[in-house]
């Protein structure tokens, strides 16, 4: 008699929040605006470069790869 332990979600645990490297201000942030080239700007180095990286404050440039992302969908 087999059951599946494989089956156990590895998903459920494990989730907890880890500090990203902010690549402008270079410190750890529990959250930061992150690109999908690994660029990442905490919150307030945004709030600085806010006119540098958006012009409307729905999405900002990424520095690195020039792709849009968006705010508050993360
Ligand atoms: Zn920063
Ligand atoms: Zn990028």
Not at 45 to 60: D, Q, S
């Amino acid at each position: 008699m087999e059951e599946k332990i494989k089956q156990r979600s590895r998903a459920g645990w494990g989730r907890a929040k880890q500090p990203v490297l902010c690549h402008c201000c270079v410190k750890e942030f529990i959250f930061c605006w992150t690109c999908r080239c690994g660029f990442a700007m905490c919150q307030a180095c945004m709030n600085e470069n806010l006119w540098g990286v958006t012009c409307n404050n729905i999405i900002w440039q990424c520095p690195d790869c020039g792709e849009w992302n968006g705010f508050g969908n993360q």
